[in-house]
């Protein structure tokens, strides 16, 4: 008996599916917002709308995702920055 509960369990967690929600218009408003005080592709800004169409969780993660990757791109470009000035200023002095 416990063989067939065992089964019964595991072809009940392969048929498992995530349930996906569209994004209702107040969810398309914070997402927009999200992308505020950020110069952002429009493309990338459509492609958040359209995944959204199909799964609002999805899109907040792209969004926050992308988000993340610009943050952090724009952190190494000050970086480099910085260490090019101090770099130039050693050679002057």
């Given amino acids: 008996m416990s063989r067939a509960l065992i089964e019964d369990i595991f072809n009940n967690s392969e048929e ?52 993340a990757a610009l943050k952090n791109k724009n952190k190494r470009k000050h970086k480099k920055i910085l260490v090019f000035r101090s770099a130039t200023n050693f050679e002057n002095n």
């Fill in 16 to 67: 498992a599916q995530e349930i996906t929600f569209p994004a209702t218009d107040n969810d398309l408003l914070i997402l927009t917002e999200k992308f505020l005080g950020f110069e952002i592709p429009p493309k990338v800004f459509l492609q958040a709308i359209a995944i959204a169409a199909y799964d609002c969780a999805s899109a907040f993660r792209y969004v926050d995702n992308y988000l």
